[in-house]
């Protein structure tokens, strides 16, 4: 069995590879980073160590890489693969479409067997969007020969991976709990099962459940540590007044989830406090930079914040910690993050109010736009710096 993995990062090695050779795929990945590609193409093997005490180490044997830009060998990959997954960031879809299209149109042309095409991104239909990136390069004919033939099941992921320092350039170091949910419902018979992969019928509900606490509760974790001056999310996460404002945003989009899905809620505050521990991982140094990264990404209508804090509003709950949370976020700068930098100077040539309506598609007359305007004015002074 084949599967060819876009993207060889943090969890493109560290998780969906790891997972797939476990299973007994034979993983190929494809990224644009020649130097990684370089490194796994002469070594075909790396290692992944767990944060935990005895840091437990897994050696994945048998992969080979190929490079993202030669489309030709990319759509070569996607035409003998068995299974297409994705760890890019959902913004790059776009660009590795086009690739998988021409493989697609290349396995049609050989009447080759079913594929599955799975987007492992931090995104609600990750690998439907990845789809319509796919058929904007195929024409109808061939849109019409690749349904019930190409399935883009769509997927929840999660494992904390953080920015590799290792000497090793291929080693990967992970946080040792991990989830993978595939939508079954949107899946082909015959698929060569992937060893702890959660198969469900419905995906919305884990996936909202995954993105709107772990996701919502790390990155304000990370912009409220760095309003405080904190470069990692341990050291955040050391301070108990962030713990407190962390818990009290997961608790607001647990009070949505809770109404919306029916959770039980003593579960649901396990799952927070268990979430809670995994931020705070004495074994991991993770960057508030990183968890912060892409803020116009994670401001956007569709992502972890402005989503639940709508959906809660609508459903008569009034979040007031989230509003905070999203407030932090336009006051995020880091340099290095184009998105960071584009906040800001949206913010200083139009102010707050239209940025915030910009980037979150919140009207200005919506009562969630008055309350974020407001925690922007307290919080704006009290950026460390
Ligand atoms: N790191 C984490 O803890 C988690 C990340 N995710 C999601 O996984 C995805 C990947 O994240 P990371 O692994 O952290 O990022 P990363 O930056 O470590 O890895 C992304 C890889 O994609 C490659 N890439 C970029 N453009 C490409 C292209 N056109 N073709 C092939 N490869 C390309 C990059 O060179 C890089 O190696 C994101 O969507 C993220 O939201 C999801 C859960 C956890
Ligand atoms: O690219 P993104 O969305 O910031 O992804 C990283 C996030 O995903 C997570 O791994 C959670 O699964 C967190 O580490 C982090 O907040």
Redesign the pocket.
Known sequence: MRALH???????RGFIGLLLSNSGYKVTF????ET?VGHLQERGAYTVRLANETQDEFHVEGVSAIL?KQIDVVADAVAEADLVTT????N?LK??AEGIARGIERRIERGAQPLHVIA???AIGGSTQLKEHVYSHLSEAMQQRAEGLIAFPDAA?????PLQHNEDPLEVTVEPFYEWVVDESQMLPGFHRIEGVHYVDHLEPYIERKLFTVNTGHCSAAYLGFIQGYSTIQEAMAHEDIVKQVEQIMNETGALLVKKYGFDSAEHERYIHKILDRFRNPYLTDEVTRVGRSPIRKLSSNDRLVRPAMQAFDLGLHPVYLPKAMAAAFLFRDEADQESMDIQAAVSREGIDKAITRYTSIPQEHPLHASIAAEYEQLKNQVHS
């Open positions: 876009f993207g060889a990062g943090n969890i493109g494809s990224d644009v980073n990684l993202g760890a890019v960031g959902v790059i660009h590795i492992c991104e931090n992921v999660d494992r904390i991976v």
